[in-house]
């Protein structure tokens, strides 16, 4: 198993992406923390898998509060004895917890702005800081973030989340300078466009125009995001930090031809 006996936090753990992120790690061994805002959605998750014989945990947490992400990372302590690996999945640009709309960029707002940086941009950070100091003392760790994308390519009408994880890509790299020598790795993984439950549920015509920027002719699953996620985290990319992996289908090639 290629995560046997290794400490996981995984924020975000109880969405689409999050969750397939969650029963890959256990079934290779991982134990898990699975951390979302909504305690109820990280306990329902927990409960699944621990129903399976695997060591799931839950906890609540803010992302986008300093506080709320050092308790988090003190209560896996707590829970298990140290961290090998944090996964920063909590994000986004819509949803149950983003209030804001979409707007093309002169239309847009400051509230919007600062909802979906301090979600994805500020959630990452805030999570990354926690967990440092103890992977540097213990001089091993594996985080791996979530980008986009639309921090590769840029989107209409989301500037600021395009911002945002363009930023996360920036602060990645950065961060895999000042730790690689501590024996931590630090990498991306940007997502095309997942077939989660929110996209699904968008008007066809929507989901088709999409489809045809996609050379594989097929949306991702959360699967496909998962698994490169398990790949940074385990040892077989322990000579790989700050990169950042995009899984699109080819989507980030442009179109046909030239």
Same mark, same amino acid.
Request: aromatic letters at 6%; proline letters at 2%.
């Given at each position: *198993?290629?995560?046997?006996?290794?400490?996981?936090?995984?924020?975000?753990? &109880?969405?689409?992406?999050?969750?397939?992120?969650?029963?890959?790690?256990?079934?290779?061994?991982?134990?898990?923390?699975?951390?979302?805002?909504?305690?109820?959605?990280?306990?329902?998750?927990?409960?699944?898998?621990?129903?399976?014989g695997?060591? &799931?945990?839950?906890?609540?947490?803010?992302?986008?509060?300093?506080?709320?992400?050092?308790?988090?990372?003190s209560?896996?302590?707590?829970?298990?004895?140290?961290?090998?690996?944090?996964?920063?999945?909590?994000?986004?640009? &819509?949803?149950?917890?983003?209030?804001?709309?979409?707007?093309?960029?002169?239309?847009?707002?400051?509230?919007?702005?600062?909802?979906?940086?301090?979600?994805?941009?500020?959630?990452? *950070?805030?999570?990354?800081?926690?967990?440092?100091?103890? *992977?540097?003392?213990?001089?091993?760790?594996?985080?791996?973030?979530?980008?986009?994308?639309a921090? *590769?390519?840029?989107?209409?009408?989301?500037?600021?989340?395009?911002? &945002?994880?363009?930023?996360?890509?920036?602060?990645?790299?950065?961060?895999?300078?000042?730790?690689?020598?501590?024996?931590?790795?630090?990498?991306?993984?940007?997502?095309?466009?997942?077939?989660?439950k929110r996209?699904?549920?968008?008007?066809?015509?929507?989901?088709?125009?999409?489809?045809?920027?996609?050379?594989?002719?097929?949306?991702?699953?959360?699967?496909?995001?998962?698994?490169?996620?398990?790949?940074?985290?385990?040892?077989?990319?322990?000579?790989?930090?700050?990169?950042?992996?995009?899984?699109?289908?080819?989507?980030?090639?442009g179109?046909?031809?030239?």
């Amino acid at each position: *198993m290629r995560l046997k006996d290794k400490v996981a936090i995984i924020t975000g753990g &109880a969405g689409g992406i999050g969750q397939e992120t969650c029963n890959l790690f256990t079934q290779e061994g991982a134990k898990l923390l699975i951390a979302e805002v909504d305690l109820n959605a990280a306990e329902e998750v927990a409960k699944d898998l621990s129903a399976k014989g695997f060591i &799931a945990k839950a906890a609540k947490v803010d992302v986008t509060d300093f506080n709320d992400a050092k308790q988090l990372v003190s209560r896996a302590i707590e829970l298990f004895g140290h961290v090998d690996i944090l996964v920063n999945i909590a994000g986004g640009s &819509a949803g149950t917890f983003i209030k804001t709309k979409y707007s093309l960029f002169h239309e847009s707002t400051v509230e919007r702005w600062q909802e979906v940086i301090n979600l994805n941009l500020y959630g990452t *950070m805030n999570c990354t800081h926690a967990v440092l100091r103890h *992977m540097i003392e213990q001089k091993s760790g594996k985080i791996v973030n979530l980008s986009s994308i639309a921090g *590769m390519r840029g989107v209409q009408k989301a500037a600021e989340y395009a911002a &945002a994880k363009a930023g996360i890509v920036g602060f990645t790299k950065s961060v895999a300078k000042e730790v690689a020598g501590y024996g931590i790795t630090i990498n991306c993984v940007s997502p095309g466009v997942i077939g989660t439950k929110r996209i699904l549920s968008l008007p066809q015509d929507v989901v088709d125009g999409w489809l045809s920027t996609i050379p594989f002719g097929r949306l991702g699953e959360p699967k496909d995001i998962a698994n490169a996620i398990l790949f940074l985290a385990s040892s077989e990319s322990n000579y790989i930090t700050g990169e950042n992996i995009p899984v699109t289908g080819g989507q980030t090639l442009g179109g046909k031809g030239y």
